[in-house]
């Protein structure tokens, strides 16, 4: 490997970890955002795009769903343990060559991260059992 191509493989690098940086910051400031929402902090914000309506009922309805036919965690690791199973499923359909993907069987994966989350957040919400 020449110089210029372990530069630029160190550059390619570096734009990586920086690209990474910057995701990882905007993620930590929605939820930080979501948390002043939740806490009465900051006010929900308007709703510019019903796709995001949609997707919440989705979710909602999901996690109502699982609230009656389930009973609530009874760990922290339990409800951990839940959700990695949620995202290894969501992560077998998006590991498929992307012409046998399926995008309602991505969307209702989605579906079950979201409705584990909601869960937990409401346990953690209320106390929590843990
Ligand atoms: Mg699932």
Redesign the pocket.
Known sequence: MSWREALNDDGAKVARRERWEERVKLLEGRAEAARAVLDGAAPCPPIVNDRIGRASAAVETAARVAEHNYPPYASAHEAYGVLVE?VA?FFDEVRKKSHLRSKLAMK??AI?IGAVALRIVALCEEGGPW
């Open positions: 949620e499923e209702n994966e079950d």
